[in-house]
């Protein structure tokens, strides 16, 4: 089986990007994403690309984009979020990985949400402007299922806390 994740850094305000960025420095919470994320398909937005400038090495970005033309080196390109979860699947099962993980931004995630078993929630202390911000957690839907307060590191502009929280069982 492979879980489809959603990794995310939101703010206590739901603010996760601001101007093409996110609002706050997390070296800390970087590291993390990269732990989570290596060896597994990401799937994410083309602007979310746009942001990160480049392909991220060790694991496979298919980038999510309404525009036929548009192509960016060491990454897949499809349009529509179909079309990445069978290829993100396609890609967990041959390489033995079991999950497949939805990297942002904004738009990406509102439509995954209800696809997806687990969220990976990196909450940021603060309460930044913003422009794009993450949907609600339905604590009817989702449990938490472990919780991580995590000091701010000499490069990391606010404390967080990191949850995981997995859907619910139905019934
Ligand atoms: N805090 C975090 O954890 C985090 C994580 C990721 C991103 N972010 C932030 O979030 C912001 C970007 O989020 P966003 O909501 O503006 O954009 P996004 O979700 O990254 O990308 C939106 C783009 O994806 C494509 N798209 C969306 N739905 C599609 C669909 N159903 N079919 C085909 N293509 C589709 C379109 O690309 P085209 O316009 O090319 O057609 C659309 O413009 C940035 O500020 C970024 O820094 C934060």
Redesign the pocket.
């Known amino acids: 089986m492979v879980d489809v994740s959603i ?4 703010a206590e305000n739901g603010v ?7 609002p706050w420095r997390l070296s800390t919470d970087l590291q993390r994403f990269k732990k989570l994320t290596l060896g597994k398909p990401m799937i ?5 690309f746009d ?1 990160i400038g480049k392909a991220l090495p060790g694991r496979t970005s298919i980038v ?4 036929s033309e ?1 192509q960016a080196e060491g990454v897949v390109a499809v ?3 179909d079309k990445a979860f069978d290829l993100a699947l396609e890609i967990a099962n041959a390489d033995g990985v079991d999950e497949l993980c939805v ?7 509102a ?1 995954a949400m209800d696809r997806a078993d687990v969220l990976h929630v990196t909450t940021v202390h603060a309460s930044p402007q913003g ?2 911000v993450f949907p609600a957690i339905d604590l009817a839907v989702w449990q938490a299922v472990h919780e991580e307060p995590v000091p701010a590191g000499e490069k990391d502009s606010a404390t967080t806390t990191y949850r995981v929280y997995r859907r619910k069982k139905a019934g």
């Open positions: 990794v995310v850094a939101a996760i990007g601001a101007d093409g960025d996110m994410m937005g083309r602007k979310t942001s999510v984009t309404r525009d548009w349009g529509s979020l990297v942002g931004g904004g738009q990406i995630y439509q422009d794009t």
